[in-house]
């Protein structure tokens, strides 16, 4: 596959076209955000991420999420940032090592609140881009969608191995083609130890 082709992934949303996406960065989003709109779907990305400190890391990466999200031509929502709020739901995990403990409440926590949203204001599906990521485990990314989404029967939990069909060396490409800051830890101080 040439690198600058665009996976031909066939998806099968849970329901309609519109798709609320919560981005962690936009190395992560954007090869997602490509195959969602290849698919003729209509991606939302969802910005929530207390858990990245310091704020001015927060705010680098919210901004290369919103300069990739108006070069798509798609919407960008920020949800409150409150890492203060996000430590509580850390507390007593802080030793924990990646995709431990902590992890799975940090997901549980974003999700939540990217479930309520789409609640509030009809979306009826939910992804996520962590799902993305090799450092993350699939199945806790996939416990923590199922759980925020069974708090909002309306929200369906869109369950995405988006490592696969050629995804992933697409994002390798439009990292470097894109020039997008490009983090190295998912953000949170405990996991840059």
């Not at 936009?26 to 858990?51: H, K, Q, T, W």
């Not at 995990?93 to 204001?121: I, K, S, T, V």
């Not at 199945?139 to 369950?159: H, I, N």
């Not at 992933?168 to 101080?189: A, H, M, T, V």
Request: charged share 25%; glycine share 6%.
């Amino acid at each position: 596959m040439d690198a600058c082709t665009v996976p031909h992934i066939r998806l099968s949303p849970p329901g309609a076209g519109r798709v609320l996406l919560h981005a962690c960065c936009a190395p992560c989003s954007s090869a997602i955000v490509e195959c969602l709109l290849d698919n003729g779907l209509e991606p939302v990305v969802f910005y929530s991420n207390s858990n990245i400190t310091p704020e001015r890391e927060y705010r680098k990466r919210l901004q290369e999420c919103r300069r990739y999200a108006e070069e798509c031509g798609i919407g960008l929502i920020e949800d409150k940032y409150d890492h203060r709020e996000w430590l509580t739901v850390a507390k007593g995990l802080e030793n924990e090592p990646e995709r431990g403990g902590r992890c799975l409440q940090c997901f549980r926590f974003r999700l939540e609140r990217a479930a309520r949203y789409a609640h509030e204001n009809g979306f009826q599906v939910l992804a996520t881009t962590l799902a993305s990521s090799r450092w993350k485990s699939l199945e806790q990314v996939d416990a923590a969608g199922e759980y925020a989404c069974s708090l909002f029967p309306d929200v369906t939990w869109w369950k995405m191995n988006w490592r696969k069909g050629g995804l992933q060396e697409r994002r390798n490409y439009l990292i470097k083609e894109k020039q997008f800051y490009n983090q190295l830890w998912c953000g949170c101080e405990f996991s840059r130890s």
